[in-house]
């Protein structure tokens, strides 16, 4: 399918929703503006100049069409049921999206507890409010196609079928972890699942990512490898959208044709760093037309909207017609880190963002098609609740790593560093490795 007929589905869908609104890529037209978009929807004041900055002017314009465009699925549904032609799943398909999006929630829920009860160490930062991106896209994949994602990585690992037991147990530093407990928080890799990271170096899946979808496209077209139509798809934040990493890769991507699609999840802050205040062009999505390939703004709070752009880039990327940029408009609903006090960010922004709850919108879109009713989806939230108390036991009667293990997978010469012979880490032990690895 050529970038004309994804842009023409892909508009089909956003005016269905969103009236006024224009695809970037229906008419080549220039960008919607933003008075006319979701897009832009922080309340967050601009700490300089908000009076006369043409940020902060755009902003406030796309504050009031965030309001309009929210609670997105009141637009879609007409007060009367809809007859069947008009749905946009089958009730499979929405017990399977509210399915792997509760689990993620809860999944991440769980891990706070257990973080704050000192069950987890180091740096662990949570994906709830941004499900719908996850589960819009991962869905869509099959096992052989390859996912990418950064330190915010459980959700992406879960939706691509790794486990939760296993994801929990990595957490824990586990031996029955997906990285034997080696890899923690910010590193879930599952070869079974091509799940290939959990990168906590922000930019650094992106290369790696595109040099995936260069093995497919290399399998495909120089081995002639039978079937090989597999699909990468990156994860990363708006405020990776300014790392060298990624204008590299968009070149690389498009110059090849690679299968892949640039999924940026922009939820307004890298840490606590507004998007509006850190890039001279917000609107992300904008990037993939300046390479040649296209770009496409979507609510990333509406699953429903997510699966239908993922399923345009990701039949585009498998027919070999080249990479997809996508940025979705999410929003995170805890802090940065769960070291983070989350003060920076306006308490009417959160407010905003916990309306357009992406779980809450699909349930309700569930109930009011007659997809399915109150009772089934509780029994959902009750499996999923028991699955997730499930991997917590298992994690914690799991055994540790052996002290063996602890210099697998280490390349450089760890002469100097170590655990010495009382037991203890030390990092100048002359004796410790005598040119050997082992512990
Ligand atoms: C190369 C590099 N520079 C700086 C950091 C520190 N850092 C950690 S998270 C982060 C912000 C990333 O924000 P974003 O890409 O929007 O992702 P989000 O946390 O919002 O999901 C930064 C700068 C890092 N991890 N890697
Ligand atoms: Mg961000």
Known sequence: MSAASLASSINAIRSASFPNDRSPLASNAPHPSSSSSAFLGSTARLRFNPVSSPAARLRSSAVAAVAAAS????EKQPKSSPSASNLLITKEEGLEL??????GRVFEDMCAQMYYRGKMFGFVHLYNGQEAVSTGFIKFLKQEDSVVSTYRDHVHALSKGVPARQVMSELFGKETGCCRGQGGSMHMFSKEHNLIGGFAFIGEGIPIATGAAFTSKY?????????????????????????????????MAQ????????????????????????????QIWKKGPAFGMPGVHVDGMDVLKVREVAREAIERAR??????????ETYRFRGH??????????????AKYAARDPITALKKY???????????????DKKIDEVVEDAVEFADASPQPPRSQLLDNVFADP?????????????????FTEGTAKV
């Open 71 to 74: 609670n997105v699925v009141k």
């Open 415 to 431: 002469k100097g560093f170590g655990i010495g012979p009382d037991g203890r880490y030390r990092c100048e032990d002359p004796k």
């Open 366 to 380: 569930i109930i009011e098609s007659n997809l399915a009713s109150e009772a089934e989806l509780k029994e959902i």
């Open 255 to 282: 110059l090849w044709k690679l299968p892949i699609i640039f999924v940026v999840e922009n939820n307004l802050w890298a840490i606590g760093m507004s998007h509006l205040r850190a890039t001279s062009d917000p």
């Open 337 to 350: 880190s769960l070291a983070d006090p989350d003060e920076l960010r306006e308490p009417a922004e959160k």
């Open 98 to 103: 509210y399915e792997d999006m509760v689990l």
């Open 219 to 251: 399998k495909r077209e120089v081995l002639k490898e039978e079937g090989c139509d597999h699909v990468t798809v990156a994860f990363f934040g708006d405020g990776t959208c300014n790392n060298g990493q990624f204008f590299e890769c968009l070149n």
């Open 319 to 328: 027919r070999g017609e080249g990479p997809t940029l996508v940025e979705c």
